[in-house]
């Protein structure tokens, strides 16, 4: 006698919904046989190998009406099916290794936060060495804003520390993609200080780039001030967003 199975059997052995069973048979990529008298699904042996050809593809990303069509198509056609899916899914391998390149960028942001707030004022190299004038309404810019945020970067002097400028940092040959009138700083040499400068997202946007600044000029003479994104974040009940400034010292 041959062995036959029903619904709930098979749903419990290859841990699959019967709704999703009952879907597959619905798009014609399963054909159980009813029961005469029960009219219940019966799922033979061979069933069995069926569905696991069906899980054998869907893991690999087919629909539903490609795994349909999987056995009539010659060996040729099937050759032409799994090179486009594995385009497909190095493209997608590519999407994630750039989202993990993100998110590794912004878990850095958060280390090299705390490692400012807990060593302030360390000499150290800056890290640009060209910024260019960065408008929000410049589509170009801001594309390349939301791929790196820490591209963001503001200028000041000391001397002058209203008149801000918006900037983008990018490679030092920027000056063969960008006109020279964009570029608002380059590096010229000298010594930086670098330390944690918050900004509250309030009215005005009050920031503690002033007391920085005069601490360090107990000791030093001070010239530009680079400040770069790292990420915006909630502390003490505030919402701040959060730079890590070199302060050009002589």
Partial sequence: MALEFQIGEISHFFD????????????????PNKGETSHYR???VEDLMTISDVIFYKNLGFQLKQIREMK?????????????????LEQE??????????LQRHIEAVKTLEKLRQTPYQETEIDTECIVSFELIEQ?????????????SRVQHTDTLQQEQRGLTVLPDASNVFDESHIIWRKHGGRYMTFLMKEEVAENYPNDLQKHIEYLQQYH???DVISRFLLCAQEDGKVYDFYKT???IC
């Avoid at 699959?16 to 054909?31: C, D, F, K, N």
């Avoid at 810019?141 to 963001?152: A, G, M, N, S, T």
Wanted: aromatic fraction near 12%.
């Fill in 16 to 31: 699959i919904p019967a709704s999703t069973l009952r879907y597959w048979e619905e798009m014609q990529v399963l054909s």
């Fill in 42 to 44: 019966e799922y033979a």
């Fill in 72 to 88: 009539s198509n010659t060996p040729k056609q099937q050759a032409n099916l799994f090179e486009q899916k594995l385009s497909e």
């Fill in 93 to 102: 391998q590519e999407l994630l290794r750039l989202r993990m390149k993100k």
């Fill in 140 to 152: 170009e810019k801001l594309l390349q804003y939301i791929e790196d945020p820490y591209l963001y």
């Fill in 221 to 223: 003479k001070t010239g």
């Fill in 246 to 248: 070199f302060v050009e």
